[in-house]
């Protein structure tokens, strides 16, 4: 007790004599933050705000140096374009069932591999998780090669085990956005199954006893414990899972190799990648990136209070 106090009495003396040892290791600390703070500046806050400003231009191939601001007439443009809501209702699609699929197959997956009975688990967990950690444009590729209409695999098991025709899935609109999203339900189910498993070992095993106790059946402890049980946990993962699949640029690009066919396949994410670096429409990208960040913040939102809602 004596050092505490004398400690004590140290503190105060230095706070009267205008030396606040708390004030001077909040200022360390800002000091060492400083790098960090001017690094995201210039990476984060400088390339959001010259984005809002070229969104306001007429920035162009023709006009790279001389653009000149014409206020809100890109943001028009956007939404006189009709092809903008063509490809915004397929990018909703995109988002919904990706999301939900991953969900749905990740939780599914995470239940049975939370069961005692499952042998193997960790080498199950490790397989199934391969196709979330392996690059995107390997996994995008890959599936590329195996729904090709001639030669690929997914037209060969479809022949060989039910006797279907060949389908178009690379040439067709339809067949390649379905694709499409098969794909980017694959990459994308592993981070939910381990989001899943994490929240399922978190429940304590003394709930699913006092519930078998009292007569409730599997599928009833499944939507009246299990469920609410991992809300907690999937409420984020859910919707850091619409921001990837509604930003998620690589999939589509790759597979669909640019959108194709005919720009049939976009998302907002690619079409606004194309029209900046293919048609070098500078100006009215910008301004269509600044429209979906507000769809998306205010999609996210929503979606958030509705996930509050319902707890």
């Avoid at 009246?224 to 999939?251: E, K, Q, S």
């Amino acid at each position: 007790m004596k050092k505490d106090d004398q400690l004590a009495e140290a503190v105060a003396l230095a706070a009267v004599g205008g030396w606040d040892p708390t004030a001077r290791r909040r200022g360390f600390l800002g000091l060492c933050l400083l790098p960090a703070l001017i690094l995201l500046a210039f990476v984060l806050v400088y390339p959001l705000f010259y984005n809002v400003m070229l969104s306001l231009s007429d920035a162009s191939i023709y006009r790279i140096r001389d653009w000149q601001i014409t206020g809100i007439q890109q943001y028009l443009n956007v939404f006189r374009d009709q092809q903008f809501w063509v490809i915004f209702s397929k990018t909703v699609v995109w988002t919904a069932v990706s999301t939900f699929l991953q969900v749905a197959i990740g939780v599914a997956l995470a239940i049975v591999l939370n069961q005692d009975f499952i042998r193997g688990r960790s080498a199950w967990r490790f397989l199934l998780l391969l196709p979330w950690a392996m690059p995107q444009y390997i996994t995008a590729l890959t599936w590329r090669g195996m729904f090709h209409g001639e030669n690929g695999a997914v037209n060969q098991f479809l022949a060989n085990t039910f006797g279907l025709p060949p389908v178009e899935w690379l040439t067709s609109p339809v067949e390649a956005f379905t694709a499409a999203i098969l794909v980017n339900v694959w990459m994308g189910f592993p981070f939910m199954m381990i989001v899943a498993l994490v929240g399922l070992r978190s429940i304590p095993p003394g709930l699913y006893e006092a519930a078998m106790l009292d007569g409730a059946s599997a599928w009833t402890q499944l939507v009246r414990l299990t469920g609410p049980m991992l809300r907690p946990v999937m409420l984020p993962a859910t919707t850091l899972g619409i921001i990837w699949n509604f930003n998620n640029l690589n999939v589509i690009w790759l597979f669909s190799d640019g959108g194709e066919p005919g720009d049939s396949t976009h998302i907002l994410a690619s079409y606004v990648y194309k029209t900046a670096f293919t048609y070098y429409q500078f100006g009215w990208s910008a301004a269509l990136s600044v429209v979906i960040f507000v769809i998306l913040f205010l999609a996210v939102q929503a979606f958030l209070q509705a996930g509050r809602w319902r707890r």
